[in-house]
Nanobody, 125 residues
Framework: QVQLVESGGGLVQAGGSLRLSCAAS????????MAWFRQAPGKEREFVAV????????NNADSVKGRFTISRDNTKNTVYLQMNSLKPEDTAVYYC??????????????????WGQGTQVTVSS
C-alpha cells in the first residue's frame, strides 16, 4: 500500500477552476494506477478520472469530460486533477486512490487498495 494525501480543495464560484493534488509516499507508488473519486452529500462515491502508472492512458467520467484533466508527475510522486468550468453539481469530497491492478474495473472502488482522506470542493452558484 501507499499513503495518499490530497490538497487543493476549497470554495469557488461556478465557472471557476481548482487544481487538486495527491501526494503519494512509498517506494513503488509510481507504479500504481491512480484515480480520483468524489462523494457528494447523500450520494455514493463515484468515479471521476483515472491515469495509468506512466500516464500513457487516462479516462474521465462522462460528467467531467472536457472540463477535468488528470495528470501525474512521477518525479514528485504526485497526481493532479485540474478542474475547469466548475458547476455546483461538482460539489463533493474528492478522494485520491491507488491500485496496482485495476484492469477494466478502474471505474469501481474495488481495485483500489489505498485511499486518501479526501478534500472538500464546494462550488457556489
Amino acid at each position: 500500500q501507499v499513503q495518499l494525501v490530497e490538497s487543493g480543495g476549497g470554495l469557488v464560484q461556478a465557472g471557476g477552476s481548482l487544481r487538486l493534488s495527491c501526494a503519494a509516499s512509498g517506494r513503488t507508488s509510481s507504479s500504481y494506477t491512480m484515480a480520483w473519486f468524489r462523494q457528494a452529500p447523500g450520494k455514493e462515491r463515484e468515479f471521476v478520472a483515472v491515469i495509468s502508472w506512466n500516464g500513457g492512458w487516462r479516462n474521465n467520467a462522462d460528467s467531467v469530460k472536457g472540463r477535468f484533466t488528470i495528470s501525474r508527475d512521477n518525479t514528485k510522486n504526485t497526481v493532479y486533477l485540474q478542474m475547469n468550468s466548475l458547476k455546483p453539481e461538482d460539489t463533493a469530497v474528492y478522494y485520491c486512490a491507488a491500485g496496482r491492478y485495476t484492469g477494466s474495473y478502474y471505474y469501481t472502488e474495488r481495485p483500489y487498495d489505498s485511499w486518501g482522506q479526501g478534500t472538500q470542493v464546494t462550488v457556489s452558484s
